[in-house]
């Protein structure tokens, strides 16, 4: 009799154990994401990509063609979302953040990517690159990829060259003919050793600053002027706190259009392949919308009212002769010879 007694209390318990783990599954299947939303379109994917410049400057209108270019070479399956005017921070905090994962992709000038790979500093010296087509040569071959490839142990994928454009000097003073006008004067200047030691050596106190930042400066006179392609000076107004500017062309300014490694690897070969043919296709156009801009912006900043002036510019360059020897020895000078060689 007891037997039987056990035997029944047995059965009901595996009874109730049965009913509670249907109920478990029951639930859980309830809970469960529908991922039948009966389409075989994979997912979006979404990539920011950050500049300091403004939507409608070179910078802007050139990535908005590259964002256009992945659309219709991945048929929309990836998204380029464009943030200008330093919506994700300066030009610094882009380059890091690609690197650490925290921002998708960015377009930088060179000028702060000494700080993670010297070879880029070969772009800083003054006055080495006059001839925008024949740089091209040298940044799209064989010494331009070792360069790009240098920021991969940071984990950042340099995928190419664009341009920043030609570097101009600016103030409020007067005209600055030659070096020895600009003595004195606090000139801002990016984060960049060789362009500080270039202004440092003509006699200027250069002032590093972040380009948010520096309007406001200008307009409450807290530098005395600043150094960019004429491009930037209409797109970011500088011609409303700044009366003039020299057509000293002191440093060719290069830009970078970068992606985070990692991630970057992980997308499929097709994808990866139609992120580099648009960024090639995109930055061709960018180059040659900023060349036929620097043209036309001579005339058009002249009559927003700032003075043009043109220097002797063999004379700026034999000033900034003594700044090559301070830097040779940290600087490929196979990658000086291919520039300078021209």
Not at 14 to 23: D, E, G, H, K, S
Not at 188 to 214: C, D, K, S, Y
Not at 321 to 326: L, Q
């Amino acid at each position: 009799m007891w037997g039987v007694r056990k035997l029944k209390r047995f059965l009901m318990i595996a009874v109730v154990i049965a009913m509670m783990f249907t109920l478990v599954a029951c639930g859980g299947n309830d809970k469960a994401p529908d991922t039948d939303n009966g389409s075989n379109e994979p997912e979006k994917v979404v990539l920011r990509l950050g500049m300091t410049a403004e939507a409608d400057s070179h910078y802007g209108k050139g990535a908005q063609v590259f964002a256009d270019k992945v659309s219709e070479y991945t048929d929309g399956e990836v998204e380029i979302q464009i943030f200008p005017s330093s919506q994700l921070g300066n030009e610094r905090d882009l380059v890091e953040g690609v690197g650490i994962g925290t921002i998708e992709m960015s377009l930088t000038s060179t000028g702060p990517l000494p700080n993670f790979s010297s070879d880029f500093m070969l772009f800083d010296l003054p006055f080495i690159i006059t001839d925008r087509q024949k740089a091209y040569e040298v940044m799209d071959g064989e010494i331009g990829q070792e360069i790009l490839g240098s920021l991969e142990p940071m984990g950042i994928n340099a995928l190419g060259f664009w341009e920043n454009g030609f570097r101009h000097v600016t103030n409020n003073a007067g005209p600055i003919v030659s070096p020895e006008d600009i003595e004195g004067m606090k000139i801002r200047t990016m984060e960049n050793p060789i362009h500080l030691e270039t202004f440092r050596h003509l006699g200027a106190q250069p002032t590093p600053m972040a380009w948010g930042e520096v309007f406001i400066a200008l307009q409450q006179g807290t530098i005395d002027g600043q150094e960019n392609p004429l491009v930037i000076l209409d797109t970011a107004k500088v011609y409303e706190v700044q009366e003039h500017v020299s057509l000293t062309g002191h440093f060719y300014s290069p830009a970078v259009m970068s992606i985070n490694k990692e991630l970057f690897d992980g997308f499929s070969s097709d994808t990866q392949e139609a992120i580099v043919k648009a960024e090639k296709e995109a930055r061709d156009w960018e180059r040659q919308y900023s060349s036929d801009l620097d043209a036309e912006l001579v005339s058009a900043l002249a009559e927003k009212g700032m003075v043009v002036t043109e220097v002797d510019k063999l004379e700026w360059q034999k000033a900034c002769e003594p700044v090559y020897e301070k830097f040779a020895d940290q600087i490929n000078p196979e990658y000086i010879e291919a520039l300078i060689g021209q």
